[in-house]
């Protein structure tokens, strides 16, 4: 099946501060989407982004498919924007299934 | 988009019991999903429920362990069977609409 691999795996801020975070995926996807997790678990959707870029407010992500990665960037970091955040996969097969592969992810602590 | 409520939120349970988590969504899906995130770890299909069938289980999970209704197109209950606490978890349903995935708020299980 399909890899990928999330970097870096843990990431401290201080408030204010910029971060990329990269997601390495192992063959071609259909579908490729970031999604952070809150503290208390709820998985939130940041991006559908198979390919191209897009922005929403201080976040904004890249996926470059042909060289397979894609980043995710947070501007001006708050402490609200700690948890972790996970890139998630979809390789088709004679259509979508709609089963994502989810990587490790990173754990990023904003701090005062 | 679409609103996924999940019941009971967190629980914990003694081993050797038994635990049945709803998922309630707010818009008619053909497709619904049950992932399981172990302390730490990253997110795992456990299977997929369509209405009117059996339920498509990925490898390493069986239906005896964890079996899954869906009765109709907007709820889906899966239960967690002979409990121990390896089954410790956050357990999530999911659902996609146009290939994007939307999850619910997850059920922190503790099993002691």
């Known amino acids: 099946g399909i890899q990928v691999e999330q970097s870096p795996p843990d990431l401290i801020l201080q408030e204010g501060a910029n971060s990329t975070l990269r997601c390495n995926f192992s063959?071609?996807?259909?579908?490729l989407q970031w999604f952070h997790q809150n503290p208390w678990g709820q998985l939130i959707n940041l991006f559908y982004?198979?390919?191209g870029t897009k922005q929403n407010g201080r976040l904004s992500a890249t996926t470059v498919a042909t060289e397979r990665y894609s980043l995710l960037y947070i501007s001006s970091s708050q402490t609200t924007d700690s948890g972790v955040y996970f890139c998630?996969?979809?390789?088709?097969?004679?259509?979508?299934?709609?089963?994502?592969?989810f990587g490790k992810g990173t754990l990023l602590t904003v701090n005062p | 988009s679409a609103v996924i409520s999940q019941k009971p939120s967190r629980d914990i349970c003694q081993r050797g019991t038994s635990l049945t988590i709803q998922c309630q969504v707010d818009s008619q899906v053909t497709m619904m999903f049950w992932y399981r995130q172990q302390p730490g770890q990253s997110l795992t299909l456990i299977a997929t429920a369509n209405q009117g069938s059996e339920a498509t289980y990925e490898s390493g999970f069986v239906i005896d362990k964890f079996p899954i209704s869906r009765p109709n197109l907007t709820f889906s209950t899966l239960t967690v069977s002979n409990m121990s606490p390896e089954d410790s978890s956050i357990y999530l349903c999911?659902?996609?609409?146009?290939?994007?995935?939307?999850f619910g708020q997850g059920t922190r299980l503790t099993v002691v």
């Open positions: 999911s659902v996609s609409f146009t290939f994007e995935a939307f």
């Open positions: 063959d071609s996807v259909n579908n």
């Open positions: 998630a996969v979809e390789r088709w097969s004679g259509g979508s299934n709609y089963k994502l592969t």
């Open positions: 982004i198979p390919s």
